[in-house]
């Protein structure tokens, strides 16, 4: 190795004496022009981060900041499989659910547990409902008059109101409509698994895929939680809001359109957060997985600028439209052929799990931004 680099290292000395001034001359516009500064300082940065071989193996070492983050990956990681295990184990199991339970053969203890999910409100009228023994047969033949008189005395009109709603929900359907993200699952596993995929995938072709084909079911309900009415500011409106849906008004048409054309992902975390209450921490990791996939999406806009690519924003759009609906397809086609157990676990590893591969995703995306050369 010395005997070959003597040479060159002989052949560059001559140069700088037989040429000092050129030399000279070559360096000062090298300092003065910008991009070879960055360019170089990008080159000087990226081999200070590159740890030297091992003396003995001659391997290269893990980077010095890898083995911390892949330690705080994993431990998230295993955090992440004590809550999944932790929530299949105490959790009811689907088929014991109201949703798959006639009214008629509710127990008292079971209509008391279908009020309170009304709201917190619901809790006032729990001990009277109990104490006259209200069971699925005796529910259905209540009207409003018999709410309003004793024993019952539901003497607000909002929440008297709100459980008539419902009531009628249940005596159309036979069973209790789904109200949380588990009964949902539940009446409609493999929906709830598209639109899981799809709103993390591409949220804009999920949200347009509930617009036209689950309007009333499910879009409504999405637009009033994360667009809702000035008026419903009340706690008597809030109530009722998700029970007796109307229209979306023209405010709200126009505040959703522009979450969706900009921040589509914004949309999944405000209707997570509406949800606190009921889903402590899966609304969490549905709302970190949505900051974190609207990082990646701003990234990949900036990478299509930067290169100057916006001529085929229109191509790629068809690609991702093209690809999502294939997919779908693909998806329906075998769905009854694919086991339950298969569909739980891609259901829970997109809730729980993508997060955190998110996580590495945005840092690989920050790494690659600091070493990018402008």
Not at 25 to 43: G, K, P, T
Not at 66 to 92: D, I, K, M, P
Request: aromatic share 14%; glycine share 4%; with cysteine.
């Amino acid at each position: 190795m010395t005997l070959s680099r003597a040479p060159a290292l002989r052949f560059l000395d001559a140069i700088e004496k037989l040429f000092p001034d050129a030399i000279r001359m070559r360096f000062e516009d090298i300092r003065h022009n910008n991009d070879i500064v960055q360019s170089l300082a990008a080159f000087q940065k990226y081999g200070n981060d590159q740890v030297p071989l091992a003396p003995n193996t001659g391997r290269v070492n893990p980077q010095r900041g890898g083995g911390f983050f892949s330690g705080v990956l994993t431990a998230l990681t295993g955090v992440a499989v004590v809550l999944l295990v932790y929530h299949w184990s105490s959790r009811e199991s689907e088929h014991d659910l109201l949703v798959h339970k006639a009214v008629a053969k509710w127990t008292a203890e079971e209509v008391v547990l279908w009020l309170e999910q009304l709201g917190p409100w619901a809790s006032l009228y729990r001990d009277r409902f109990l104490a006259e023994r209200v069971n699925g047969r005796l529910l259905l033949t209540l009207t409003e008059e018999e709410f309003s008189r004793a024993p019952y005395t539901v003497e607000n009109s909002s929440h008297r109101r709100a459980i008539l709603l419902e009531l009628e929900r249940v005596k159309a359907l036979g069973v209790k409509p789904p109200q949380n993200l588990w009964e949902y699952k539940a009446v409609n596993p493999g929906r709830s698994l598209f639109l899981l995929y799809a709103l993390k995938s591409s949220p804009r072709l999920g949200l347009l895929y509930l617009y036209l084909f689950d309007y009333t079911d499910t879009f409504l309900p999405f637009i009033h939680t994360i667009c809702p009415l000035q008026e419903d500011s009340s706690g008597e409106d809030t109530i009722t809001r998700l029970l007796d849906l109307r229209e979306p008004t023209w405010k709200q048409w126009r505040e959703f359109l522009l979450k969706y054309s900009l921040l589509p992902y914004q949309l999944i975390a405000e209707f997570a957060w509406d949800w606190l209450e009921v889903h402590y921490w899966t609304s969490r990791f549905l709302i970190v997985n949505a900051m974190l996939l609207s990082v990646l999406e701003l990234f990949s806009f900036w990478r299509i600028w930067s290169r100057s690519e916006l001529k085929t924003v229109p191509q790629r759009m068809w690609s991702h439209f093209w690809k999502v609906s294939t997919q779908g397809l693909f998806v329906a086609m075998f769905w009854p052929l694919i086991p339950q157990f298969v569909c739980n676990c891609l259901f829970y590893w997109a809730l729980y799990f993508n997060p955190i591969i998110n996580i590495d995703l945005v840092v690989k995306e920050v790494r690659r931004l600091e070493t990018q050369v402008f």
